[in-house]
Nanobody, 119 residues
Framework: QVQLVESGGGLVQPGGSLRLSCAASGFTFSSYAMNWYRQAPGKERELVAT???????NYADSVKGRFTISRDNAKNTVYLQMNSLKPEDTAVYYC?????????????WGQGTQVTVSS
């Protein structure tokens, strides 16, 4: 069974840091691009960061220079290091795995982890 399990969320003060982890199982992790999305109250889900199979990365403009996505294929885990956190980073953060397949796109989602940035 495919599983993506996020962890590492919580409450942090502005300017602080958190590292989110997403542990994957049930599929060939190294064959998938991995993404972090987030959704704040009343807003649409947005793509925060992407890491492709070869290790290349992309970030939303709002987090460039502050967030870093990485993957450890030996551990089937993707990370999101979040530094210099701002209140506007408050959201539920979701891990996503995606690849093209013969019968369409394979896309899997975790349950989400809450990140709250507040004094």
């Amino acid at each position: 069974q495919v599983q993506l399990v996020e962890s590492g969320g919580g409450l942090v003060q502005p300017g602080g840091s958190l590292r989110l982890s997403c542990a994957a199982s049930g599929f060939t992790f190294s064959s998938y691009a991995m993404n972090w999305y987030r959704q704040a109250p009343g807003k649409e889900r947005e793509l925060v960061a992407t890491i492709i199979i070869s290790g290349g990365t992309n970030y939303a403009d709002s987090v460039k220079g502050r967030f870093t996505i990485s993957r450890d294929n030996a551990k089937n885990t993707v990370y999101l290091q979040m530094n210099s956190l701002k209140p506007e980073d408050t959201a539920v953060y979701y891990c996503n795995a995606k690849r093209l397949g013969t019968y369409g796109t394979f896309s899997y989602w975790g349950q989400g982890t809450q990140v709250t940035v507040s004094s």
